[in-house]
């Protein structure tokens, strides 16, 4: 079993920027892959990053590419999610997931492994 708790989501004006992180702890050699899922209200979770823990190799949604960067720091057992030049509609609920397989990184059908989440609001 893995377990994840995310922390760091807040209250950012446009243009700001925060960073999440994802501690990981329980049988962490199961998380092949980490990923971050976003919902806002009224919307479907969606896939934002994903990184591999073994080479980290990295996977971004197209609406955060550029702005968004995964990370991970394996001593630690957690994964960082660098928000910079953020806007309105990145707003929602931050996901922290954790997957045993690498073949698909964008569906959240695929990750065994759910933090609670936490609230990121960007104002305008």
């Given at each position: 079993?893995?377990?994840?708790?995310?922390?760091?989501g807040?209250?950012?004006?446009?243009?700001?920027?925060?960073?999440?992180?994802?501690?990981?702890?329980?049988?962490?050699?199961?998380?092949?892959?980490?990923?971050?899922?976003?919902?806002?209200?009224?919307?479907?979770?969606?896939?934002?990053?994903?990184?591999?823990?073994?080479?980290?190799y990295?996977?971004?949604?197209?609406?955060?590419?550029?702005?968004f960067?995964?990370?991970?720091?394996?001593?630690k057992?957690?994964?960082?999610?660098?928000?910079?030049?953020?806007?309105?509609?990145?707003?929602?609920?931050?996901?922290?997931?954790?997957?045993?397989?690498?073949?698909?990184?964008?569906?959240?059908r695929?990750y065994?492994?759910?933090?609670?989440g936490?609230?990121?609001?960007?104002?305008?």
């Amino acid at each position: 079993q893995v377990q994840l708790v995310e922390s760091g989501g807040g209250l950012v004006q446009a243009g700001g920027s925060l960073r999440l992180s994802c501690a990981a702890s329980g049988r962490t050699s199961s998380a092949y892959v980490m990923g971050w899922f976003r919902q806002a209200p009224g919307k479907e979770r969606e896939f934002v990053a994903g990184i591999k823990w073994s080479d980290s190799y990295t996977y971004y949604a197209d609406s955060v590419k550029g702005r968004f960067t995964i990370s991970r720091d394996t001593a630690k057992n957690t994964v960082y999610l660098q928000m910079n030049s953020l806007k309105p509609e990145d707003t929602a609920v931050y996901y922290c997931a954790a997957k045993n397989t690498v073949l698909v990184f964008t569906d959240p059908r695929h990750y065994a492994y759910w933090g609670q989440g936490t609230q990121v609001t960007v104002s305008s």
